[in-house]
């Protein structure tokens, strides 16, 4: 079994919460259904439907679904856990709310290069102001593998959040020559690392 970075012990240690939780994706259930089960509000955004359904029947969870101006939301009976079937590039963020931590991994480095500003922004509205933002992003060449998942170098990372957050690396995790989906392998120098941001 591969390790997993920023898996729950981080999740729960890093953290820290008392309320609100954005996940951007909902790519790994698992850390999502737990921090709902701890007690928290968590609140997903996700592109494909059929994830969210998968999501809600994996975990034996009720849901009721809603329409609203450019978005489906998929919530359970006690509204603590949300997922949005919509663009995160799109959806208001006054319709989010804000967050006291946010958990992105997948989505940053799923995105085109030229959005990440975009995207950056986003999530620096929906931030409260004691916002903790772990992220996990992946450092290779990208001449050697283009992605997705695709390399965030640690300069465009400050360069996209340090007005607004403090960052620290916390952790980082070997994956060369790890198989991917399509039967391909990461590059032998690739790491995905682990960034904690703190709302200044």
Known sequence: MQSQIGGLA???SRFNISSACLKVSIQYPQSFFRLYDLGHT???IEGVEQAILDFFKEQSLEYVRTEGAGFSLFKTPDSRLKIYLTD?????TNVLGKFDAIWDRGSLVAIYPKDRELYAKRMKEVAADKCK???AVMHHDPEKFA???RN???EELFKLYEDTFNIEEIDRISRANV???DGTLFIEDSWEVLYLLRHK
């Open 88 to 92: 995160l590039f799109k959806i208001p």
């Open 179 to 181: 198989p991917l989906g």
């Open 152 to 154: 965030v170098f640690k």
């Open 147 to 149: 992605g997705p998942p």
């Open 133 to 135: 933002y772990l992220v």
């Open 42 to 44: 968590v609140v997903g």
């Open 10 to 12: 981080a999740l729960q």
